[in-house]
């Protein structure tokens, strides 16, 4: 059903027909209007069955999540920037004992100094923790990989994070067409848990494990994740053919057939990028965009087939490591090790920045001329950095 909805709104009703039994919620912005529309959901009566859980911390919220999951409920919820911070600790527990937990994270910069808007870096910050990762390039691409995180979640009985970039997306007001509940039911199955604390029959998750057997169960993780690459696209094939719509949930590449510059990023600037393509494309310009649907576990494979054509790939982040560089920009160098293509990378965007077109078309015209810095921070106020550096560059 399309609908004039906001994104947070949108990803609530999403959420509300996967039919989750416990959701916990603690407000931090831009993801408080999630859980604050699934609650009223829960108290309209229009969401059954479900328990909803207000706690004290971010960190208690994924404590809740645990143990619901663990004692074999369909578990949801969501969080933003120091919010996902805050809950590290219980985040890497969530995926060491395997549990199938979905998440939304609405994308928000890490202070200091405190900014609200929107970039990578929280969530890019645990790239490592065992979650799937899987990134909205619009409010109708979140409802639907939230149908599909909850599937994949239980099949491989591991956790997963939707990322959609706050405000941008979560308070942006769009037509959206919502999946029927007869579409979820037929596409997500009810849950059936991997493992259950029973106290019937008592068991200990998450005890102890020495130098004897810990590498063994990191690398048991690494298969999972390794399992998820193959499952994403098989998964996102059936989502497609009962919804009418949808990606490979690996990669989107568009105009990458004959592009000589190829420009990958994530999340919602992926709009911006494909109508500046279009504009180049008019003008002659052999340019395409490659969005990254999937980043955790990272299609290497994927990535390299739809790159694999062009002559350079400039990677465009939303977030980058300090004193080293670009994120994405090295899982994609690791993954095109060998070929020839020049590879650059532009962190754009940082704290709520705009992306505009006009940059973008600047920023591919030195990519195209092969006049672009490896290391490129667009739109940098290089008189402000003097100023802040005695002179420096």
Request: charged content about 20%; proline content about 6%; hydrophobic content about 45%.
């Amino acid at each position: 059903m399309l609908s004039q909805i906001e994104g947070s709104r949108a990803v609530a009703e999403a959420v509300a027909r996967c039919r989750p039994q416990v959701i916990c919620a603690y407000p931090i912005s831009p993801q408080t209007h999630i859980v604050e529309a699934l609650s009223a959901l829960v108290k309209s009566g229009r969401l059954t069955g479900c328990e909803y859980v207000n706690v004290e911390s971010e960190f208690a919220a994924m404590s809740v999540a645990i143990g619901a999951s663990a004692a074999g409920a369909r578990a949801y919820t969501a969080t933003a920037s120091q919010g996902l911070l805050y809950m590290v600790e219980a985040l890497y527990n969530a995926a060491g004992l395997g549990l199938p937990i979905v998440m939304t994270v609405a994308n928000r910069a890490i202070g200091a100094p405190i900014n609200i808007w929107n970039d990578h870096s929280d969530t890019m910050s645990q790239r490592d923790s065992g979650w799937i990762q899987l990134y909205a390039e619009s409010n109708q691409d979140a409802v639907d990989l939230h149908v599909l995180a909850f599937r994949l979640a239980e099949e491989l009985s591991t956790p997963v994070m939707v990322c959609m970039d706050g405000f941008v997306l979560t308070h942006a007001v769009e037509p959206v067409d919502l999946p029927d509940p007869s579409q979820v039911d037929a596409f997500l199955p009810a849950l059936r848990p991997r493992q259950v604390l029973d106290p019937a029959e008592p068991v200990s998750i998450g005890a102890m494990v020495g130098p004897e057997a810990f590498t063994e169960v990191r690398y048991l993780a690494h298969l999972t994740q390794l399992r998820a690459l193959d499952r994403i696209p098989v998964l996102a094939r059936e989502l497609r053919d009962v919804l009418g719509r949808g990606g490979t949930g690996l990669v989107d590449p568009y105009r990458c057939e004959d592009a000589e510059t190829v420009v990958v990023a994530l999340g919602s600037v992926l709009g911006t990028l494909k109508d500046t393509v279009d504009e180049l494309r008019a003008e002659g310009v052999a340019v395409g965009v490659l969005g990254v649907t999937t980043f955790r576990p990272f299609p290497a494979d994927a990535l390299r087939e739809a790159l694999r054509r062009a002559r350079r790939v400039v990677v465009l982040e939303r977030a980058f490591a300090v004193g080293v560089g670009g994120v994405v920009s090295a899982d994609i160098a690791a993954a095109m090790a060998g070929t020839p293509q020049r590879h650059y990378t532009v962190v754009a965007g940082l704290g709520g920045r705009p992306v505009t077109r006009d940059s973008l078309r600047s920023m591919i015209a030195d990519a195209a001329a092969d006049q672009l810095a490896p290391l490129t921070f667009l739109d940098l106020d290089h008189d402000l950095v003097r100023q802040a550096t005695g002179g420096q560059p």
